[in-house]
T-cell receptor, first 113, second 108 residues
Framework: DTGVSQDPRHKITKRGQNVTFRCDPI?????LYWYRQTLGQGPEFLTY????????KSRLLSDRFSAERPKGSFSTLEIQRTEQGDSAMYLC???????????FGPGTRLTVT | QKEVEQDPGPLSVPEGAIVSLNCTYS??????FMWYRQYSRKGPELLMY????GNKEDGRFTAQVDKSSKYISLFIRDSQPSDSATYLC????????FGAGTRLTVKP
């Protein structure tokens, strides 16, 4: 399977704990995006990488959130001191350099109790 | 006012019907327009990608963009129960903005 993969698929954590999610993009895609989606809403943009450079961050990305993409391959999204409002589906997408078509992974569903 | 407006539905149609899904937008900088299908608890799946005004057809799906009216549509012909999903419009200038999604049910 050469699509975007995300790990874990589900995460349940207690408020105040830190969590980290991983995204592996389609191998030839140099752009990688993170989104958050809550029930009944479309995905909301969080941040974007071109290769290893983080080029854009939404104001939704508070200082508790950090994303990395070392070596321009996989990416991680960390949430520190989780809050109940962080409960959502976290989606990763990738796109090639030449177009804006974004291909999504299956998402990581986070539940903060 | 949201940058992208999409009627959330729900929309229910009989099998074989033609489905019309629509979005309006306010940002004239949007240049790229996409439609995604999302099944429950899954990631969005890219259906159609268009750049210019006009129509683009792919099998049973037709995407239509009218930049002058800031209006995009997705038509599904001969709808099938397997088309039952949430359909998201998306558009991009630099980053991508999504509509809230329209929930479609196609009844056998």
């Amino acid at each position: 399977d050469t699509g975007v993969s995300q790990d874990p698929r589900h995460k349940i954590t207690k408020r105040g704990q830190n969590v980290t999610f991983r995204c592996d993009p389609i191998s030839e895609h140099n752009r990688l995006y993170w989104y958050r989606q809550t029930l009944g809403q479309g995905p909301e943009f969080l941040t974007y990488f071109q290769n290893e450079a983080q080029l854009e961050k939404s104001r939704l990305l508070s200082d508790r959130f950090s994303a990395e993409r070392p070596k321009g391959s996989f990416s991680t999204l960390e949430i520190q001191r989780t809050e109940q409002g962080d409960s959502a589906m976290y989606l990763c997408a990738s796109s090639p350099a030449t177009t804006y078509e974004q291909y999504f992974g299956p998402g990581t569903r986070l539940t903060v109790t | 006012q949201k940058e992208v407006e999409q009627d959330p539905g729900p929309l229910s149609v009989p099998e074989g019907a033609i489905v019309s899904l629509n979005c309006t937008y306010s940002n004239s900088a949007f240049q790229y327009f996409m439609w995604y299908r999302q099944y429950s608890r899954k990631g969005p799946e890219l259906l159609m990608y268009t750049y210019s005004s006009g129509n683009k057809e792919d099998g049973r799906f037709t995407a239509q963009v009218d930049k002058s009216s800031k209006y995009i549509s997705l038509f599904i012909r001969d709808s099938q129960p397997s088309d039952s999903a949430t359909y998201l419009c998306a558009m991009s200038a630099n980053d991508m903005r999504f509509g809230a999604g329209t929930r479609l049910t196609v009844k056998p």
